[in-house]
Nanobody, 128 residues
């Protein structure tokens, strides 16, 4: 059974940077796409970014494009999310998840229902 664990969250001032990490175990990580989602109080979980199994393809929500960068290291079974130019509206719990799709289809990769394993999440708070 897959186990995902996020780390790297914390408190940062607006304009600052954080790098989140997602460590996976219990499955053949390199054949899965991985996505990052975030959820703030009273709101639905929303798509942030995704990366294909090989790492060659990536996808981003419009709200983070140009500021966030997703990458992966299949040898280490990790996926990272580097977040720059953070804004107060980026404040949320960030979770990683695996998706059995190998192609980052625009609709599929943004639908949280297509992901089959989730981590517990890590809190990111951006102060103004």
């Amino acid at each position: 059974q897959a186990h995902l664990a996020e780390s790297g969250g914390g408190l940062v001032q607006a304009g600052g940077s954080l790098t989140l990490s997602c460590a996976a175990s219990g499955r053949r990580f390199s054949i899965y796409s991985v996505g990052w989602f975030r959820q703030s109080p009273g709101k639905e979980r929303q798509f942030v970014a995704a990366i294909s199994p090989s790492g060659e393809s990536t996808a981003y929500a419009d709200s983070v494009k140009g500021r966030f960068t997703i990458s992966r290291d299949n040898a280490e079974n990790t996926v990272s999310l580097k977040m720059d130019s953070l804004k107060p509206e980026d404040t949320a719990v960030y979770s990683c998840a695996t998706n059995p799709t190998r192609i980052l289809h625009r609709v599929v990769i943004r639908d949280r229902r297509t992901y089959d394993a989730w981590g517990q999440g890590t809190q990111v708070t951006v102060s103004s």
